[in-house]
């Protein structure tokens, strides 16, 4: 069904930043099934080494930092031909750095976190489009934001430079997307809330959090939401399906818009 709707992937090569686990391998995962060829790249080598083993032939991954220029050049030019897609996922939590309420945000909380999840996404969608360029043939971008960047939670995910940097993707992509749409050359962005992945251990052990997210994110009987709840749209805008579709935030957030959440 998934094919049917987002057009076959074989003979196309996507490029995955952050792919080793959560949402990027996830999205991996399902971009080989559905016949692509991928390039991964994430920050742990063991991580690399466990995703290269379950992708299998049809992946490349190597490991590297998002926010090292080199190390994305040097994923990119695995793609040995044609560059069909990017899809940064990397990025996470300034927490431990001093992210947080602004009252209490440390300089270094807020560097760190511009760093790992904005200049990281400015290094690999630069790397992306100066590669679309060279092909001349347009290619599509798929950028991770977060609900967090448009529709806070003060009680508990008050992370104001994480926030800033999610909704700073949004602009940034939008703006994107709006000056290179005349080389056809297409930028979207995923907004999940919280899913459970690495970045999200802290919230997913805490009950009381819980008690809150099922609230907030009601669908499907209320729960966390998995990486696999990414996959279909991921696929749609780094396919052709998407071709007519650009400067797009899609919210899969189980309603965590709609929904105010209750507190105990």
């Known amino acids: 069904m998934v094919a049917l709707v987002m057009g076959s992937f074989e003979h196309r090569t996507i490029a995955i930043i952050g792919g080793t686990t959560g949402l990027g391998f996830s999205a991996a995962q399902a971009l080989v099934k559905e016949g692509a060829r991928v390039l991964v790249m994430g920050r742990n080598p063991e991580s690399a080494r466990e995703a290269a083993t379950l992708l299998g032939a049809k992946a490349h991954v190597i490991a590297g930092d998002a926010c090292d220029a080199t190390a994305v050049e040097r994923l990119l030019d695995l793609a040995e031909g044609n560059l069909d897609g990017l899809y940064h996922v990397a990025g996470g939590s300034g927490r431990k750095h001093g992210d947080g309420p602004l009252h209490g945000l440390t300089d270094e909380g807020w560097d760190f976190t511009l760093r790992l999840n904005l200049t990281s996404v400015m290094i690999s969608n630069r790397a992306a489009v ?87 994110q009601p669908l499907d009987g209320g729960r966390i939401g998995r990486p696999d709840d990414l996959d279909t749209a991921a696929l749609y805008f780094l396919g052709e399906g998407s071709r007519f579709t650009t400067g797009q935030v899609l919210a899969v957030d189980g309603g965590w818009c709609l929904s105010e959440g209750q507190f105990s």
């Open 130 to 216: 100066q590669r679309f360029h060279r092909q001349g043939n347009g290619g599509t971008i798929l950028n991770m934001g977060s609900v967090l960047g448009y529709s806070p939670s003060p009680a508990f995910f008050a992370s104001h430079a994480y926030a800033a940097t999610k909704a700073a993707i949004i602009g940034l992509s939008q703006s994107i997307a709006s000056y290179y749409a005349k080389d056809n050359i297409r930028v979207n962005v995923l907004a999940p809330a919280l899913v459970e992945t690495p970045m999200a251990q802290r919230a997913a052990g805490d009950d009381e959090i819980q008690a809150f997210i099922r609230t907030k």
